[in-house]
């Protein structure tokens, strides 16, 4: 089946710890988003790929970092530096820029 | 700063009843809208799609956009307890992605 994967479901982190979440894809899809979601609220844009070896920051960028090396693979980076990480995170893809994204099943990041 | 509005809710109804779910954006530059939906500590799933002024339809639900006005709905008839969730209303902003809503929570009662 088609579809984008995310892993894993659920993660934790200890202080001053770098993790990477990891999401694929087998849609051929061209872009790809990470979102994070805190409770209540709604997604905010972290980073978006819209072709390989290119990404571009999205409104919250600060202590996260990716990389996209393969078109199937986009990983998220929570480094350190992101002070505040626990949230639920998802990863989408679509088509192009304007087209609907589709969702991973997201990875929900906890401090230890 | 680009924005999409929507009322937090709860929005309830009965079943059986017209659920209307409103969305209001501030880029006039905007060409995709989309409504998303979300159940608890689940992912975001997209029900509709709608690029032109006018109605959509597509089984019980209706997408509704006015341009002019800045303003795109969605409407649900024959709500059933299954489509309790939370909404979100997406719309693209020109030169980056999708800009999200913050939700409108429906909640629909048997």
């Known amino acids: 089946d088609g579809g984008i994967t995310q892993s894993p479901k659920y993660l934790f982190r200890k202080e001053g710890q770098n993790v990477t979440l990891s999401c694929e894809q087998n849609?051929?899809?061209?872009?790809m988003y990470w979102y994070r979601q805190d409770p209540g609220q709604g997604l905010r844009l972290i980073y978006y790929s819209q072709i390989v070896n290119d990404f571009q920051k999205g409104d919250i960028a600060e202590g996260y970092s990716v990389s996209r090396e393969k078109k199937e693979s986009f990983p998220l980076t929570v480094t350190s530096a992101q002070k505040n990480p626990t949230a639920f995170y998802l990863c989408?893809?679509?088509?192009?820029?304007?087209?609907?994204?589709?969702f991973g099943d997201g990875t929900r990041l906890s401090i230890l | 700063q680009k924005e999409v509005e929507q009322n937090s809710g709860p929005l309830s109804v009965p079943e059986g009843a017209i659920a209307s779910l409103n969305c209001t954006y501030s880029?006039?530059?905007?060409?995709?809208f989309f409504w998303y939906r979300q159940y608890s500590g689940k992912s975001p799933e997209l029900i509709m799609s709608i690029y032109s002024n006018g109605d959509k339809e597509d089984g019980r639900f209706t997408a509704q956009l006015n341009k002019a006005s800045q303003y795109v709905s969605l409407l649900i008839r024959d709500s059933q307890p299954s489509d309790s969730a939370t909404y979100l209303c997406?719309?693209?902003?020109?030169?980056?992605?999708?800009?999200f809503g913050k939700g409108t929570t429906l909640s629909v009662s048997s």
């Open positions: 989408a893809s679509s088509i192009g820029r304007d087209q609907p994204q589709h």
């Open positions: 997406a719309v693209t902003e020109a030169g980056t992605a999708l800009i």
């Open positions: 849609l051929n899809h061209d872009a």
């Open positions: 880029d006039r530059g905007s060409q995709s």
